[in-house]
């Protein structure tokens, strides 16, 4: 167990709709990662919060926003979703999102779009 | 540019024997951090190792090992006496000071037949 909580586990939905993923990082990290792995692109970074602030951003589509609260928990939200959108979502917490820390990932949130 | 690259797609091992994964992280920066993760069939990504670009000492822990060569910009990772529930995807992914987000190669399928 990685001590990085990620809800909910499976979530199916339709095109079009909105979802919100949520992630509770390891007690006193202040940095979430978030990713995305499909089939055919592989494991792709998405953006990173450190301390309520975005830091770094990848491959993020505009549909897709996120957030890190005060009590440095983030939401990953998704809208307008497309068939494309299927996936494993994960997050990651890093203790100061510096290159040399580990990143210690939750158990994903799984999203089928119908 | 930088370039990570698994070029091992699948590997099969029979139970007790040694397996080493193999990859290449290509890049003009000089110091970077190299890190493998795991992903077992249930899903989530466990950290494995980390390296530093500035130390090329071979490390060795329990059944692990990792091999890294600045010269040839290769990090490989053994597992010395294989077993079952180390079948899993095993990935390797660079950090760097620029760019503070894993950069996930494409993967290597282990499997450990018993």
């Known amino acids: 167990d990685s001590g990085v909580t990620q809800t909910p586990k499976h979530l199916i939905t339709a095109t079009g709709q909105r979802v919100t993923l949520r992630c509770s990082p390891r007690s006193g990290d202040l940095s979430v990662y978030w990713y995305q792995q499909s089939l055919d692109q592989g494991l792709q970074f998405l953006i990173q919060?450190?301390?309520?602030?975005?830091?770094a951003k990848g491959n993020i589509l505009e549909r897709f926003s996120a957030q890190q609260f005060p009590d440095l928990h983030s939401e990953l939200n998704l809208s307008s979703l497309e068939l494309g959108d299927s996936a494993l979502y994960f997050c990651a917490s890093s203790s100061s999102g510096r290159e040399y820390n580990e990143q210690f990932f939750g158990p994903g949130t799984r999203l089928t779009v119908l | 540019a930088q370039k990570v690259t698994q070029a091992q797609t699948e590997i099969s091992v029979v139970e007790k024997e040694d397996v080493t994964l193999d990859c290449v992280y290509e890049?003009?920066?000089?110091?970077?951090?190299l890190f493998w993760y795991k992903q077992p069939p249930s899903g989530e990504l466990v950290f494995l190792i980390r390296r530093n670009s500035f130390d090329e000492q071979n490390e060795i822990s329990g059944r692990y090992s990792w091999n890294f060569q600045k010269s040839t910009s290769s990090f490989n990772f053994t597992i010395t006496a294989s077993q079952v529930v180390d079948s899993a995807v095993y990935f390797c992914a660079p950090t760097r000071e620029s760019a503070r987000q894993l950069t996930f190669g494409s993967g290597t399928q282990l499997t450990v037949l018993p």
């Open positions: 890049t003009r920066d000089t110091t970077y951090y």
């Open positions: 919060y450190y301390n309520g602030e975005e830091r």
